[in-house]
């Protein structure tokens, strides 16, 4: 355990150092989300507002960031360089859970700068909130961007196959959740679907937090979901990067 702990801490840092050399690839992940807040806020009636709707985009563009990061372990396995580190001595999980922990730093700075630009416009902040919203939504991302990598792994001679499984899986998690129009009010099998989205419970808890709600049922099902996620996450990618070559 403690190898393992030791490989985790020396490929996160690796992973970390490029982020840090340029953190405007941590921007860029924002730009969806950001024009997301931009054009439909000033349509929300005003029993919503940036208090209902900034969660989401919160999570949203976690959820955009997330899900990308297996485009850089396409990268590194077109080079070569995935498969020089498979014969090193570093662990095999390591490999996989020091990459997927990486993405808990866009996850904070992306949700600070979000908060910080709609501050001006009247977003009530509760911090003990917003930091355990913070905390879920780290773990949700860390079994995402598990599941990325997985999918790298798996479409790792075929680049096409990976896009088009995200982008078709993106957008249909997106809409379910709510982020951007409640689906209260939608069709029942609509509301169906929603029940079975994982992601439903992250943003309907994180709604709650941002009100400074920490211990509503929501807030409960949202950290539940999130350990699953992150659970689910990081067994599947483990395996799979225990069988790569």
Sequence with gaps: MTSLVTDTRVVFSRELRPVLRNPFTVVFAMVQPLVFLGLFAPLLPDELGLQWFVPGIVVMSCLFGTSMTGSNLLFEIQTGSHERMLVTPLRRPALLIGRALKEIVPVVVQAAVIIAICLPFGLDVHLGGVLVGVLILAVFCLGLGSLSYTLALAAKNQEWLFWTVQQTLLFPLLLLAGMLLPIEAGPGWLRALA???????????????FNGDIWASTTVSGTLAALAVGAFGLFVGSRAMQRSA
């Design 195 to 209: 029940r079975w989205n994982p992601l439903t419970y992250v943003v309907d808890a994180e709604r709650a937090l």
